[in-house]
């Protein structure tokens, strides 16, 4: 690397103080001397990060702990032990926060600006979208004096040198969920933009901001403030910025096939302190063909869901034609009440409503959005809707089609259980915890009427024996019910990775020091682009206390979580980039 002569004299002494990194050192500094540097200091009193450290020594706060003997020795080119080189990184990290909060905020708004969701028929690497935001963060890079390189429109990569030959691959995702507009509205009747940040409170509200521009955004400026500050690094950082995470999967795979694989992975996309074990991705596709409705009463033309299997929505809608809309409003909106009122206990309250609109009926039940990785933290208004239809034989007549095979189908199979327990396949792993099993997706294709379970499967039972325990028992409901459904399944691996070697050790304390978290590792339903690379694992950037907005209706990120995070990346990758050995 060429160091200019100002930063040449702390280059060399850092490099030579990296085999004083100990797996049980700290940064002692404390929530309360972080809190009152970010107060005391700001973007136009940061102008650089030794000018910034040679303030804060000379402040009362760099009195404190003998904070100012570690940035003298680190200005003066003197050896630092593991504890006072870990010191640093920590406030290169409030330096970064405060230097370059307002731009990283001011960039997440320029990229969540840019709606780049699935388009049925247009490959990402070819919607106008994806080559949007491929520009914008090219220009960024190029800004930032970071390497970049457009993968084919399926990555983008950008690349911070370092002087060894390993390299640390940063994997974020710049695709998102589709959205249901008329779903994103306050509680207080306010209508948001999902593809504009809106700023309400503390909380920065847009699709991406938690699932996960944010990730490509904070260490896109973690590494611009490596680069300029000309810190040397022990081995190179690649961000992995993928088009495909929330659909086909493809990208990545398609990246790996012409380039190298990272000697170590981390995602930006999951839970922190540091995620060891994913859930094994699954889907159970029932395919009902369309069919003539029979039988007398009202028919059910339309129902929706979630837009993609790992969503679950906060309302699901159907249609239904009858020559008497008012009195059929009437029936529905009274069994509603009931079944609300009935099954308002078993996980979460909920709304069903029936109104007139023109000749027809529009029955909504409306739950709480939630990704389908944490089923327990919404209420899935899909599950109720098909159990509820289902309910109304006898009651309200309806005629019957594939809709109602549907409902049937569901109610009988599923139920409003998220565990498996209505069909008899649940299980539980004492780490990773139970299989999960949620109603998500409702559409047509080919003329069938399709109705997905989102699986998330633990270790303990393999996707083959869980495959065939399901197959089992939906054909033989199938042959029994009489009704015509073709199954597709899809069950994925979970991941396990055995936390062993100093990388680990660094990034778990990293994130539990700053996040007063315990110090353990963790385990999570959501899976990632690292599912199947080396020494992948999570690192946040989603606290695992708060509920996760990502996939939800009104998604949205805190302005401190995303400072947080910006600070807590930009430590992670000077720490990381400077151990002697991971």
């Known amino acids: 690397m ?152 399926r990555v983008y990569e950008i690349t911070l040198e370092g002087s060894g030959d390993e390299v640390v691959g940063i994997h974020a995702h710049a695709d998102v969920v589709p959205v249901t507009p008329e779903n994103w509205v306050l509680q207080d009747g306010t209508r948001l933009d999902p593809f504009k940040v809106t700023l309400v409170g503390d909380r920065m509200y847009g699709r991406g901001t938690e699932d996960d521009k944010n990730g490509i955004v904070v260490t896109l400026y973690a590494m611009k403030v490596i680069k300029e500050e000309k810190l040397p690094l022990a081995r190179n950082f690649k961000l992995l910025v993928d088009t495909t995470e929330e659909t086909t999967g493809d990208a990545i795979p398609y990246y790996f096939e012409r380039n190298p694989t990272p000697n170590y992975n981390l995602a930006l996309d999951g839970g922190y302190p540091v995620v060891i074990a994913e859930k094994g991705y699954g889907t159970v596709m029932a395919n009902f063909p369309q069919r003539k409705a029979q039988g007398k009463g009202a028919e059910i033309t339309t129902l929706t869901g979630g837009l993609a299997t790992n969503q679950i929505p906060s309302t699901s809608v159907a249609t239904l034609v009858t020559d008497k809309p008012a009195e059929l409003a009437a029936s529905l909106q009274k069994a509603g009440s009931e079944y609300a009122q009935r099954h308002a206990g078993n996980g979460g309250k909920f709304e069903v409503s029936a109104k007139v609109d023109g000749k027809n009926v529009k029955l909504t039940v409306t739950g709480v959005s939630a990704h389908s990785s944490e089923p327990e933290s919404g ?48 299980f539980s792993d004492d780490f990773m915890g139970p299989l999960t099993t949620s109603l998500t997706y409702v559409g047509v294709k080919d003329n069938a009427f399709q109705l997905a379970v989102n699986l998330r499967v633990p270790k303990g039972k393999s996707p083959q024996v869980l495959k065939s325990e399901i197959a089992d028992k939906l054909d033989a409901w199938s042959k029994k019910a009489k009704v015509a459904v073709a199954f597709d399944y899809s069950i994925a691996e979970p991941m396990y990775r055995n936390p062993e070697g100093e990388w680990v050790k660094a990034l778990l304390a990293v994130a539990t020091e700053n996040l007063g978290m315990e110090h353990k590792f963790g385990t999570s339903a959501g899976a990632t682009s690292v599912h199947e690379l080396p020494n992948g694992v999570q690192f946040g950037l989603a606290r695992p206390e708060v509920k996760y907005t990502g996939h939800n209706d009104n998604e949205f990120k805190t302005v401190e979580q995303f400072l947080l995070d910006l600070q807590i990346v930009t430590e992670m990758m000077g720490r990381i980039g400077q151990l002697p050995k991971l």
């Open 2 to 153: 060429d160091f200019s002569l100002k930063h040449l004299a702390a280059a060399t002494l850092m490099a030579a103080g990296l085999s004083l990194f100990t797996s049980s050192a700290q940064a002692n500094l404390t929530p309360q001397q972080n809190a009152a540097i970010l107060k005391n200091f700001n973007e136009a009193s940061a102008t650089d990060f030794r000018q910034f450290l040679g303030a804060l020594a000379k402040s009362e706060l760099g009195k404190t702990d003998h904070l100012d003997s570690t940035i003298g020795a680190f200005l003066d080119n003197k050896p630092l032990s593991a504890e006072q080189q870990n010191e640093i990184h920590r406030l290169l990290g409030l330096y970064t926060r405060i230097k370059y909060g307002k731009a990283a905020t001011d960039t997440l708004r320029e990229l969540v600006a840019i709606p780049t969701f699935s388009v049925d028929g247009v490959p990402a690497h070819e919607n106008p979208e994806f080559i949007k935001i491929a520009d914008k963060i090219k220009s960024l890079a190029q800004a930032f004096n970071l390497a970049y390189r457009n993968v084919d429109g």
């Open 379 to 426: 209420v899935n208004p899909v599950a109720r809707m098909l159990d509820f239809l289902n309910s109304l034989d006898g009651k309200v007549a309806l005629k019957h089609n594939q809709i109602t095979d549907a409902a049937r189908y569901a109610a009988d199979n599923w139920g409003l259980d998220y565990l498996g327990g209505k069909l008899g396949v649940g």
